[in-house]
């Protein structure tokens, strides 16, 4: 099983396509796969349905074995592959239901429509006795944007208890927001079925969103993160355009006694 390795301001995935992989990919697979130690190590799995010319369908895997709505970094390492591939600087790569079209831009760079940002009014969670408001956004995956500084014990105590809290029926996406002037923001993310993480695409046009929304920033709005910065614009109907880079790390090949440990191949 051939796979190359790809990251996104420090946001790590593999890539798989489902021709060398043979058959769909499992949960257990995924889980071993995404392990720095057992496995190769990422913060996801881009597995690449079909390919046809400039568009391509990709299923995104998180660490934990589950699937992701939408990734904004995963979605634009699998567009600059995408783009190599088919020779295009303007692909469609499709996850779900919604396609996201995306444009390279020079460089690493690549700027993606990633569609609409709908953004609820705030909202009190109950942890352990006390009260944290939160901002709901959607952005294809559920988020919740909380305004206090971005600090790291902050984020390790709080994410995963919003993460897992009843509000949220399928988990949510969490972060941290301090907003430095008009048009900057630094977040601290926690990703649901991954943890704490460097970067997050979506987490960046979440926090863009709930920021303009309620008045804290306008677009566009730079967001920086731990891993680097992401630009997010959003137009007046809160449709966002996501831009930043994607590189590829290195490729390889998945060897064939893990594959038969964990029943796959």
Known sequence: MRFSKWHGLGNDYLLLERA?????????????LCDYHFGIGSDGILEVLRADGPR?????WNPDGSTAELSGNGTRIAARWL??????????????????????????????????????PPEALDLDGTSVEFTPV?????????????????????????????????RTNVQLVRVDAPGEATVAVWERGAGETLSSGTSA??????????????SPVTIHLAG????????????????????EICRGEVAEELLAEVGAG
């Not at 058959?23 to 257990?28: T, W």
């Not at 391509?56 to 995104?60: H, L, M, N, R, S």
């Open 56 to 60: 391509a369908e990709v299923v995104i």
């Open 205 to 218: 046009v979440a926090v863009a969103g709930a920021s303009v929304a309620n008045g804290w920033c306008e």
């Open 20 to 32: 060398d992989v043979g058959e769909p990919l499992s949960a257990e697979l995924a889980r071993r």
């Open 138 to 170: 959607s952005v294809g995956n559920p988020h919740a944007v909380i305004r206090r500084e971005p600090e790291r014990d902050t984020l390790l105590r709080l994410g995963p208890l919003v993460e897992n809290h009843r509000r949220f029926p399928q």
């Open 83 to 120: 783009a190599r591939r088919s020779g295009a600087d303007e692909v469609v790569v499709a996850v779900g239901d919604r396609e996201v079209a995306a444009r390279l831009r020079g460089g690493l760079e690549v700027e993606t429509d990633i569609g609409l940002v709908e953004v609820g």
């Open 228 to 247: 680097g910065d992401l630009r997010v614009e959003l137009d007046e109907g809160f449709r966002a355009r996501l831009t930043g880079p994607a590189q």
